[in-house]
C-alpha cells in the first residue's frame, strides 16, 4: 500500500548562484558530509546537489509535512547503492516519521540534466 509520493523540480542555475552567494554556510545545513563529498567531485556540481535538494523536498512531501516542520533537511540523505541506485538513508525525525508511520520501503528515482534536476520519492506501507 502506497503511504504517500511526493515530485520536486530544482533549476541548476539556482542552486548554483546560491552556492555561489552563501557557500558552505549553505550547504553544510542542507547537505550531509557525504553529499558534500560527492557532489564535490563532479566538474557541475550544481547538478548533483539539484538532484539531492529535489530528493529531499520529494521526500517530505511524500510523508506530507513540507519544509519547517520538525524534519531537517540533513536529517534525509541521499546515498548510492552498490548498483548505483540512489536511495535515501533517513535520520532522526525523518527516521522517526516514517516508522511511526509503519513505511516498510522508501523509494527514490532521480534525474537530471544540465538545466533541471527532478526527483519522485514513493513510501510503502
Known amino acids: 500500500m502506497i503511504y504517500g509520493t511526493g515530485i520536486d523540480l530544482v533549476e541548476n542555475d539556482r542552486i548554483a548562484k546560491i552556492i555561489a552567494k552563501w557557500g558552505d554556510k549553505f550547504l553544510s545545513r542542507i547537505f550531509t558530509p557525504g553529499e558534500i563529498a560527492y557532489c564535490g567531485r563532479h ?10 535538494f529535489a530528493a529531499k523536498e520529494s521526500f517530505l512531501k511524500a510523508i506530507g509535512t513540507g519544509m519547517g516542520r520538525g524534519v531537517q533537511m540533513l536529517d534525509i540523505e541521499v546515498v548510492r547503492a552498490e548498483s548505483g541506485k540512489p536511495r535515501l538513508r533517513l535520520h532522526g525525525e525523518a527516521l522517526r516519521h516514517i516508522q511511526e508511520a509503519g513505511v516498510r520501503e522508501v523509494h ?18
Open 43 to 52: 566538474f557541475h556540481s550544481a547538478i548533483h546537489y539539484g538532484a539531492r
Open 108 to 125: 527514490l528515482s532521480i534525474t537530471h540534466t544540465k538545466k533541471y534536476a527532478q526527483a519522485m520519492v514513493v513510501l510503502e506501507k
